[in-house]
């Protein structure tokens, strides 16, 4: 017997967290697989500064939701959002319109920074717009 007020049974694609979130990091010479948005860009950030690579960082798999991170940037931390399968650039904006520039300040998987106040009222306006919450 079917109880009508269960739910459906349907694959549903994962939920990204920043930490969880697959990546493919790409240079001239190779590829290589990173778990985590804060990992990743870090790991860029460290092939350009300390070896002299150039190399680019994308999210990868199939998301029901927008994969993001976190950013401390000057008194808050602000939400930035980054296409699946799409190489992100090296200056990214954040929800509430900011720029920065990923190789100079990292980006975190919690919305927490010792160094700030706390999260920016945009962001969490735009985060729950986005999210629906």
């Not at 017997?1 to 994962?14: A, G, N």
């Not at 967290?17 to 948005?37: D, H, K, N, Q, Y």
């Not at 500064?49 to 931390?77: C, M, N, Q």
Request: aromatic residues 12%; contains cysteine; proline residues 10%.
């Amino acid at each position: 017997m079917i109880d009508d007020e269960s739910p459906p049974l349907l694959w549903t694609r994962p939920r990204p967290r920043p930490w969880t979130v697959p990546c493919l990091i790409t240079t001239s010479s190779f590829t290589i697989f990173a778990e985590g948005i804060p990992g990743a860009a870090a790991s860029v950030s460290v092939l350009d500064r300390d070896y002299g690579l150039s190399a680019h960082w994308k999210p990868i798999g199939v998301f029901a939701e927008t994969p993001y991170a976190f950013v401390a940037l000057g008194l808050f931390v602000h939400v930035a959002w980054f296409a699946s399968r799409k190489y992100v650039a090296t200056h990214t904006p954040t929800a509430c319109g900011l720029w920065f520039d990923q190789r100079a300040r990292p980006l975190l998987s919690q919305p927490k920074s010792h160094d700030t106040n706390g999260p920016c009222a945009d962001c969490l306006t735009a985060w729950g717009d986005h999210y629906g919450q």
